[in-house]
């Protein structure tokens, strides 16, 4: 081989060699640019942008004349992105700050920034350890003093330290309506409804949530991304509901003074708009306040006036003997033998509370006789009166747009066994909720009516203006003569009368048409005869009824009956707000002093 053709071929070989590395390097170029571009690019662009996620503001809560109930008040997240604090001085320094100027913990602040990878699963199921850019430092911090630090930030030079503008849920009134209201908690920056009306529309209070990308400078300031679309977020709904806050703010502090003076277990109050179903005022005690997160209990923000139910004793009757009156059963004047207060019948003794002979039917009522009532109802019959309690809406949901709401304990016609028919209708071994009985009397207060109650009365956009009504549902009515319900309230208001069982219930210049009801705890299957519930519910003006309303006291102390310890409150209640609403009273005599 000549020296000539040994250099051809080294010539030959190179060239080869130099043409399989640039056709390599072109492969490898296509894999990375082509086949792998989406999966590099969105590694890239993670190094040089930043997200950040903007929503509006959460629909508020207002009574019915516009007083704010839930709003919203400014706050600032802030966050820091690991990656810019090159060494542990750094980290130091602004774990010292931080801790120093909010009062924070210095090595969870410390720990937080110092942590720059994690690990996550990719598509494939492999573990992939990727750079994190995000620590919290503190959240919910007074958007003022929010404002201050991001200055002493800069001014430090202090690089990678976000605040994001935020809101904070704040009740301006504190234990008013807390119950009814809820509360929101923060899971992760996510907005988490917990209870009451605040779980019930959270859908439509939310605000809608927009994701916008930023290029990072490298002091980590936040330049606009060219590609971004940034949509507007939009407000959640603001809410009216049917509540008047005068007449929430007189309820609360009359049950306040109920709970200091009897000193029960629980209590609740419940006021009700007997035409439309609004409800204008609830509340129960023990409640809380949603702003103080740490001294909140369950047993306190469980909202007993929906879920709780308890046997209604005698404030039942007038219902029962409305069905006898409107079947022609019975008149007002129709007379029973109440058997000197014992009566043996199926095999078991009913007493009444104070021993009583003959009575027409309107003292039956004036005077609460269990017996005379029984007999009512043996007259009236099982069908019917299951029929009648039904109409009156026992044993089913109220309306009202809280979750969950109890049914109550209501057997079926076929469940029922000899006694039931002379312990129904005396308020013995049914269960109905707060509401129930109130939605009931709502019936006997209207001309015989049932209504749906009402708590949320309309939705407002705060973005367009555009209101969402919540609409009455028209009730059924449950008699069948237009009498009926003038001759049983004429006997509900004798019992407020001297001679009834909740003299102290009456209102000088009003006309006060109720019924007392005391009825015995269930303790292991049994009655006590040491815990009671004690209510007295009414409505007033009798004839003309500005609302119904409820008080119910669970184990009070010293004292148990109805006309003692609940009918005080609800003349109190009923006193002030019927001087809120300038209801004039029905006798002359007191019109002047009215004013």
């Known amino acids: 081989m000549t020296r000539h053709s040994a250099m051809a071929i080294r010539i030959k070989l190179a060239i080869f060699f130099f043409i399989a590395a640039f056709v390599a390097l072109l492969c490898r170029l296509y894999h990375i640019q082509i086949n792998r571009h989406d999966e590099l690019y969105a590694k890239a662009k993670n190094q040089y942008t930043a997200v950040v996620t903007s929503k509006g503001k959460r629909g508020e809560i207002y009574d019915c004349h516009g007083n704010l109930l839930v709003g919203n008040i400014p706050c600032t997240n802030i966050t820091a992105d690991p990656q810019y604090f090159k060494t542990d001085a750094q980290r130091k320094a602004v774990a010292d700050y931080f801790a120093k100027r909010l009062h924070l913990d210095y090595d969870t602040i410390l720990r937080r920034i110092s942590r720059r990878t994690y690990t996550t699963t990719n598509k494939d199921g492999q573990q992939e350890t990727r750079k994190l850019h995000y620590a919290l430092i503190a959240k919910k911090v007074d958007y003022r003093l929010a404002e201050k630090i991001k200055k002493e930030v800069e001014f430090h030079k ?13 009740y301006p009134k504190n234990e008013l309506l807390a119950n009814i209201l809820g509360f929101t908690s923060i899971d992760r920056d996510k907005v988490i409804a917990v209870i009451g009306i605040e779980k019930f529309i959270d859908k439509q209070v939310s605000p809608s949530v927009t994701k916008s990308y930023y290029e990072r400078a490298r002091n980590g300031r936040k330049l606009p991304y060219e590609h971004t679309k940034i949509k507007k977020v939009k407000d959640g709904l603001n809410v009216y509901l049917t509540i008047r806050e005068p007449v929430q703010a007189i309820m609360e502090e009359e049950l306040d003074k109920l709970m200091k003076k009897w000193e029960p277990k629980a209590a609740y109050a419940v006021m009700v708009d007997p035409y439309t179903g609004n409800i204008m005022a609830m509340a129960q005690r023990p409640t809380f306040n949603p702003n103080d997160r740490g001294n909140m209990r369950p047993q306190a923000w469980r909202n007993r006036i929906i879920e709780d139910v308890f046997e209604p004793g005698s404030t039942i ?8 009156l409107d079947n ?35 003292q039956i009522v004036k005077k609460s006789s269990n017996i005379g009532t029984a007999k009512i109802a ?17 044993g089913q949901h109220t309306g009202i747009p809280l979750k969950p709401e109890s049914r109550g304990i209501f057997r079926k016609l076929k469940n029922w066994d000899s006694l039931s028919i002379t312990r129904f209708p005396i308020g013995q071994g049914l269960a109905l909720s707060p509401l129930q009985l109130v939605r009931a009397y709502c019936a006997l207060a209207n001309g015989g009516t049932l209504v749906n109650l009402r708590l949320i009365d309309r939705l407002a956009s705060p973005d367009s203006g555009k209101v969402i009504k919540n609409p009455y549902k028209l009730g059924t009515r449950i008699f069948k003569k237009r009498k009926t319900c003038r001759q049983i309230v004429d006997m509900m208001k004798s019992v ?45 003006p009798a004839d003309n ?21 609940a009918a005080p409150t609800f003349r109190r209640i009923s006193e002030r707000t019927l001087r809120y609403m300038n209801v004039p009273p029905s006798d002359k005599r007191y019109q002047y002093a009215n004013r």
């Open 378 to 394: 043996l007259l009236l019959g099982e069908k019917r009166l299951y029929q009648i309690l039904r109409k009156f809406g026992i």
């Open 158 to 170: 202090y690089s990678g330290i976000f605040f994001q503008e935020n809101n904070q849920r704040y």
């Open 496 to 540: 407020t009368k001297k001679g009834g069982t909740a003299t102290k219930a009456a209102i000088p210049g009003y006309e006060v048409a109720g019924k007392t009801g005391t009825s015995q705890k269930v303790i292991n299957r049994e009655y006590s005869h040491k815990y009671y519930f004690a209510s007295f519910i009414g409505f007033v």
């Open 317 to 324: 009757k007038p219902i029962a003997i409305a069905g006898a």
């Open 545 to 565: 009824p500005a609302f119904v309303l409820l008080v119910t006291l669970d184990e009070p102390k010293r004292k148990h009956y109805g006309g003692t310890v």
């Open 328 to 362: 022609d059963v019975v008149s007002p004047d129709t007379k029973f033998d109440c058997g000197h207060g014992s009566w043996f019948y199926a095999g078991k003794i009913l007493h009444d509370a104070h021993p009583m002979d003959i009575l027409t039917v309107f």
